[in-house]
């Protein structure tokens, strides 16, 4: 079982900040990651899918970047409907989830 | 525009039977592979299982902590996926979300379109 870890657990910034969240794999899964956003009483979105693509409809200031074990999401100016959950996840054996990151307003 | 609807679910004692349904529209549901995930309450993001399309073989394929106790199945002429969840536990408590499994990409394991989710709780 691929194991994802994300950090940091909980990221506190304001409107306009950039936003770097990192998810690493127990064992090197290639490009085949993807990010959500799950915002509350919502399911999650597709974001980002194989480290770096951005899903349909995703505005510009959401990237990804990465491969191997080391993945990030970066939003460059934060926008009032940025505050969320964010999954990191694989594809490259089982499906498998992060834990999340919750990004709240500081 | 990519629908899904969930419906079935509820409140249920430990050891009993739950069967969700999740009705799509917007896309060739035959053609689609279709995966379950689960969120415990407060908690993360599960993959529970999927099917393939009957094009593809129609086998299905589980996460350990639901296999032998779920099954996955659809009717393609209804355009319906089920979720058929027997020997229900306390720690299945959780929303399932049906989704598409990478609708409009050649690879799998992409979770592109979800449902609203439904809630199922199980409890004595």
């Known amino acids: 079982e691929i194991v994802l870890t994300q950090s940091p657990a909980t990221l506190s910034l304001s409107l306009g900040e950039r936003a770097t969240l990192s998810c690493r794999a127990s064992?090197?899964?290639?490009?085949?990651l993807a990010w959500y956003q799950q915002k509350p009483g919502q399911a999650p979105r597709l974001l980002i899918y194989?480290?770096?693509n951005r899903a349909t409809g995703i505005p510009a200031r959401f990237s990804g970047s990465g491969s191997g074990t080391d993945f990030t999401l970066t939003i460059s100016s934060l926008e009032p409907e940025d505050f969320a959950v964010y999954y990191c996840q694989q594809r490259y054996s089982w499906p498998s989830f992060g834990q999340g990151t919750r990004l709240e307003i500081k | 525009e990519v629908q899904l609807v969930e419906s079935g679910g509820g409140l249920v004692r430990p050891g009993e039977s739950l069967r969700l349904s999740c009705a799509a529209s917007g896309f060739t549901f035959r053609n689609a592979w279709m995966s379950w995930v689960r969120q415990a309450p407060g908690k993360g993001l599960e993959w529970i299982g999927r099917?393939?399309?009957?094009?593809?073989?129609?086998?299905?394929d589980y996460a350990a902590p639901v296999k032998g106790r779920f099954t996955v199945s659809r009717r393609d002429s209804k355009n319906t996926l089920y979720l058929q969840m027997n020997s229900l536990k306390t720690e299945d408590t959780a929303i399932y979300f049906c989704t598409t499994d990478a609708l409009y990409f050649d690879f799998t394991g992409l979770f592109d379109y979800w449902g609203q989710g439904a809630l199922v709780t199980v409890s004595s």
């Open positions: 064992q090197s899964i290639s490009a085949s």
């Open positions: 099917i393939k399309s009957e094009s593809d073989g129609g086998t299905t």
């Open positions: 194989d480290a770096s």
